[in-house]
Each structure stands twice: as C-alpha cells, then as structure tokens.
C-alpha cells in the first residue's frame, strides 16, 4: 500500500501520466472488449498494431526516445502477433482475438520498464492472459535483466523512507576505525550483522549493490535507521575500468538513485568493485571514491579466527576495513572483533564521521584509503 503510494510520489506519474485510450469498434463483430488501455508517461507513445480481418488484433507497445528499445519494442510486438497468426491459423481458428495492452514503470534516471497484458481469446474457448515485462536501460538501450524490479505482483519493489541522522561519537583519546561491509544486502547475514551492531552500539558502512538493494529494501532501510552509513558499490558489481561510458553512468547512477530512493538520501560514497578505478570511473562518480586499508580477504578463506587475527594485527588508528556481509563466518568473526578492539581503546565510526573526525577535507572523484591521524 504505502509502496505504491510512495512509488507515485517517486515516479513520474504524478502530474504528467497520460492515459492513451484506444477505441476499437468492430462493425461485423459484437466484440468483447470495446476499450484496451495503455498507460504512457511524458515521453512514451504508444505505438499499435490493428489487424481486423477475421483474426482480431490491437496490440499495444510503447515508444521511448531511445531508437534501440524501440526497435526491440516493435520486434517483441510483432512477434507476438506473428506467433497469435500462425497458432490461430494452424489451429482453424479464424476469429481469435489478441488484445494487447500496457503500462509504463520508471525507476530513477535509468531503468524504464514495461508491464504487458495478454489477452488471447480463442474460438474454442480456450484463453490466456498472460503479463510480460520488459525492462531496459533508458541511456544504453540496452535490455535490463533483474527480475528484481517487479515483485511476484508485478508491482516495483522501490520503496522511499524517511532521513535519519547519524550522530558522531566521541572520539577523544581514542583509536579510530570503520568497519565496512561490502555486496549486500543479504536475507539472512545482514540481518544477522545488524543484530550484532545493534547489541554492541557499533556504527559501520554499508557499501550496497543497488541491485540487491532493490530486492531487499527493508535491509538498507534497518541498516540506514540504525544509523549505518550506505554507500554505493555500484549496481551489479562490474569492474568500471572494463566498461564504456554508458554503462559506467549506469551503474554508479542508478545504485545511487536505488540507495536515494530507499533512505531519501543520496549516498555520499561510493566503492568501486575489485578497487578498480580509472579516470573515467573518478570523472563519472559524483562522490569521494572510497577504498581500504584493511583487507582480511574474509570471502576467500571464510575462516573465523583468520578473519579475526587479519583485522587485529593490521588494524591502526584510522583504518577503514574491508569485509562482507554475505558471508556467516564474517557476521562471527565480526563478533569476536568488536570486543577485542575495544578492549585496544578503538573507538568505531562510520566512514564519514571518520573521515569528519580527522577533518578531512573529501573531494568528488578522489579515493582515499584510511584516515590516519
Ligand atoms: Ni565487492
């Protein structure tokens, strides 16, 4: 309920949606469907195909301003339609009918994605109604495979929620240090980690796949009203230094949109995958760049005591440590580190309220791996 209602406020419908109705009369024919519908948005059209010979036909698909999609979108109808043919005419079934209809999901600056109603109506009484949905990358062209962005309704699952603020510690006399935790969200281990810093009021980073974000959004937003920082770390965990230019618009702009639209918050850094940074990658990311100086290599050996004696002995006042919260052995050795740490007089911080603490001055496109004192 509030999904929806947060969505309209979030997308474009608001104000500009413009709901093109088709009249389809058939003079001959007393047909059931008199009106199909599409929704568009400012900058869709609906294109059509309309057919009444024997076989009834109106089929919508949409236009955008991106000749690549639309080129697909015409593919994708025709086909439809040449399948109905050939199965209508196969079976002798002169007077079915194929009405297809459908509405326009915008997400961010980015994804636009489609959601087709198919109706099949046969002489023989058998029908199908059948939704399809189609997304792409408004700036690329290209399609957009992440079954993610429609929910098992076939709703968008991209929900807003209030700010929340993060307030510093006090830092006096203390070691300094941020834990990070790369890739997630996870179903189970984030949920499991966010226990555990909540039962030791310890602050830490989340840099967040905008994919995986968008699939479980409550995560990001428990992670985010507990006073975790999220960061970006793209949308689908590419190595940037590999991509065109599209693509690296893409997935740091729509991980930052996804983040946005989940916290009402930009997200104010961003980690590149595999650290892998380039100037196109520092010219395109609208925040500081932000790497590590820690690394337990927690993913490869999934060893609880490893993990454990890699962050203790490499530690320093300052430090920023890299670890995952895909991974059980992590969320354990995570609970053996925070008292230990303590123990040595370090104090945890946020990535940000490091970087505040030791008045570091970030600039957008820079990287930084510690804030040593
Ligand atoms: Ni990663």
Same mark, same amino acid.
């Given at each position: 309920?509030?999904?929806?209602?947060?969505?309209?406020?979030?997308?474009?419908?608001?104000?500009?949606?413009?709901?093109?109705?088709?009249?389809?009369?058939?003079?001959?024919?007393?047909?059931?469907?008199?009106?199909?519908?599409?929704?568009?948005?400012?900058?869709?059209?609906?294109?059509?195909?309309?057919?009444?010979?024997?076989?009834?036909?109106?089929?919508?698909?949409?236009?955008?301003?991106?000749?690549?999609?639309?080129?697909?979108?015409?593919?994708?109808?025709?086909?439809?339609?040449?399948?109905?043919?050939?199965?209508?005419?196969?079976?002798?079934?002169?007077?079915?009918?194929?009405?297809?209809?459908?509405?326009?999901?915008?997400?961010?600056?980015?994804?636009?994605?489609?959601?087709?109603?198919?109706?099949?109506?046969?002489?023989?009484?058998?029908?199908?109604?059948?939704?399809?949905?189609?997304?792409?990358?408004?700036?690329?062209?290209?399609?957009?495979?992440?079954?993610?962005?429609?929910?098992?309704?076939?709703?968008?699952?991209?929900?807003?929620?209030?700010?929340?603020?993060?307030?510093?510690?006090?830092?006096?006399?203390?070691?300094?240090?941020?834990?990070?935790?790369?890739?997630?969200?996870?179903?189970?281990?984030?949920?499991?980690?966010?226990?555990?810093?909540?039962?030791?009021?310890?602050?830490?980073?989340?840099?967040?796949?905008?994919?995986?974000?968008?699939?479980?959004?409550?995560?990001?937003?428990?992670?985010?009203?507990?006073?975790?920082?999220?960061?970006?770390?793209?949308?689908?965990?590419?190595?940037?230094? &590999?991509?065109?230019?599209?693509?690296?618009?893409?997935?740091?702009?729509?991980?930052?949109?996804?983040?946005?639209?989940?916290?009402?918050?930009?997200?104010?850094?961003?980690?590149?995958?595999?650290?892998?940074?380039?100037?196109?990658?520092?010219?395109?990311? &609208?925040?500081?760049?932000?790497?590590?100086?820690?690394?337990?290599?927690?993913?490869?050996?999934?060893?609880?005591?490893?993990?454990?004696?890699?962050?203790?002995?490499?530690?320093?006042?300052?430090?920023?440590?890299?670890?995952?919260?895909?991974?059980?052995?992590?969320?354990?050795?995570? &609970?053996?580190?925070?008292?230990?740490?303590?123990?040595?007089?370090?104090?945890?911080?946020?990535?940000?309220?490091?970087?505040?603490?030791?008045?570091?001055?970030?600039?957008?496109?820079?990287?930084?791996?510690?804030?040593?004192?």
């Amino acid at each position: 309920m509030t999904l929806l209602a947060l969505l309209c406020l979030t997308c474009v419908y608001v104000g500009i949606l413009a709901i093109q109705k088709m009249h389809l009369s058939n003079p001959n024919k007393n047909a059931p469907f008199s009106v199909i519908e599409s929704q568009t948005t400012d900058d869709v059209k609906t294109e059509a195909i309309v057919d009444w010979g024997n076989l009834m036909i109106a089929v919508h698909y949409p236009s955008t301003p991106n000749e690549k999609i639309n080129q697909q979108l015409s593919q994708y109808a025709n086909d439809l339609v040449n399948q109905f043919k050939s199965s209508a005419h196969k079976n002798g079934y002169a007077n079915d009918e194929l009405y297809v209809s459908f509405t326009t999901h915008k997400s961010g600056e980015f994804i636009i994605g489609f959601k087709f109603d198919i109706i099949e109506r046969r002489t023989n009484n058998a029908s199908r109604n059948e939704v399809q949905k189609i997304s792409f990358n408004l700036k690329t062209g290209d399609r957009v495979v992440f079954e993610d962005y429609f929910d098992e309704n076939n709703q968008p699952i991209i929900a807003q929620i209030p700010n929340n603020i993060v307030t510093p510690e006090d830092t006096e006399n203390k070691k300094l240090v941020a834990l990070t935790f790369d890739d997630g969200p996870h179903s189970r281990w984030t949920n499991e980690l966010l226990d555990v810093l909540q039962e030791e009021n310890v602050p830490a980073t989340f840099f967040v796949l905008g994919s995986r974000a968008s699939r479980y959004p409550d995560l990001v937003r428990r992670a985010f009203d507990s006073g975790h920082q999220i960061g970006s770390h793209t949308f689908n965990h590419k190595d940037l230094t &590999k991509l065109p230019q599209g693509d690296i618009d893409f997935e740091i702009g729509e991980s930052a949109a996804v983040i946005e639209r989940i916290t009402g918050q930009k997200p104010a850094f961003t980690r590149p995958p595999y650290g892998a940074v380039n100037q196109a990658v520092q010219d395109t990311a &609208k925040t500081p760049l932000i790497m590590w100086s820690v690394d337990p290599e927690d993913w490869k050996s999934q060893n609880i005591d490893q993990i454990f004696t890699h962050v203790m002995d490499n530690t320093k006042d300052g430090s920023i440590v890299l670890l995952h919260d895909i991974y059980g052995t992590t969320i354990e050795a995570v &609970k053996k580190i925070i008292p230990e740490m303590r123990q040595r007089n370090f104090v945890f911080l946020t990535v940000q309220q490091l970087m505040a603490a030791r008045g570091k001055n970030l600039e957008n496109g820079s990287i930084y791996y510690q804030a040593a004192p």
